[in-house]
């Protein structure tokens, strides 16, 4: 069973920045698929970043150019640097895992990871990021 925890979120002004982690458990040796997502109330649920085992990353439009992912392998760590931040940044993030193994060694893509994690991947609570103007 893999268990995510988020953490790092809250409340900046715009252009500010923040860092989100999120921890992973998984099996001894066993290595992840991990994403970030996020939504906010009345909306979809969107990809915001991932990150595929060979460190390749993959950002939604919206984000490209102000946030990075980025993985501790060993520890099953990821981490969402979030740089000139705006009102519409605020949202719900949520970190997202699933065992590589189930994918036959490459990760899915972000979209394909919206598509299939909400009933098959591994999801932490979620964590409140909110950038005032």
């Known amino acids: 069973q893999v268990q995510v925890v988020e953490s790092g979120g809250g409340s900046v002004q715009a252009g500010g920045s923040l860092t989100l982690s999120c921890a992973a458990s998984a099996y001894t040796g066993s290595s992840l698929c991990m994403a970030w997502f996020r939504q906010t109330p009345g909306s979809l649920r969107e990809g915001v970043a991932s990150i595929d085992s060979d460190g390749s990353t993959t950002y939604a439009d919206s984000v490209k150019g102000r946030f990075t992912i980025s993985q501790d392998n060993a520890k099953n760590i990821l981490y969402l640097q979030m740089n000139s931040l705006k009102p519409e940044d605020t949202a719900m993030y949520y970190c997202?895992?699933?065992?590589?193994?189930?994918?036959?060694?490459?990760?899915?893509?972000?979209?394909?990871?919206?598509?299939?994690?909400?009933?098959?991947?591994?999801w932490g609570q979620g964590i409140q990021v909110t950038v005032s103007s």
């Open positions: 997202a895992a699933d065992p590589l193994t189930n994918y036959g060694g490459s990760c899915p893509t972000l979209s394909e990871a919206l598509f299939l994690w909400p009933e098959f991947g591994h």
